[in-house]
């Protein structure tokens, strides 16, 4: 599974933006994907994951109520749709891939990864 992130960009404090990750290879629906978000110097962290099929969905404490994860598998497309941003959103964001879990959560693991989109959330 190849994965592409896109939809970056910059927006005011309280303002929404939507990224796509694009997947390229066969069974997409077999596999979770996750956003992750990571700042220069920090680790990444774990943002929000939706099953293969669409029928759980998993988020960080910090973006529960405001992010929206979802996806379309007809077009090997998963979506984080951002809400209500705030400026510590700020960050470059990954999209991964995994057919595995771990006690019942996407394990990430020995996932596949793709390059990641630049957020910018000024105040």
């Known amino acids: 599974v190849q994965l592409q992130a896109s939809g970056g960009g910059s927006v005011l404090n309280g303002g929404s933006l939507r990224l796509s990750c694009t997947a390229s290879?066969?069974?997409?629906?077999?596999?979770?994907i996750g956003w992750f978000r990571q700042v220069p110097g920090n680790e990444r962290k774990f943002v929000a994951a939706?099953?293969?099929?669409?029928?759980?969905?998993f988020y960080a404490d910090s973006v529960e109520g405001r992010f929206t994860v979802s996806r379309d598998n007809a077009k090997n497309i998963v979506y984080l749709q951002m809400d209500n941003m705030e400026p510590e959103d700020t960050a470059v964001y990954f999209c991964?891939?995994?057919?595995?879990?771990?006690?019942?959560?996407?394990?990430?693991?020995?996932?596949?990864w793709g390059q990641g989109t630049l957020v910018t959330v000024s105040s």
């Open positions: 991964a891939a995994t057919p595995i879990y771990h006690n019942n959560f996407p394990s990430w693991d020995n996932g596949y």
């Open positions: 290879g066969r069974a997409f629906s077999d596999y979770s």
């Open positions: 939706i099953s293969g099929r669409g029928g759980r969905t």
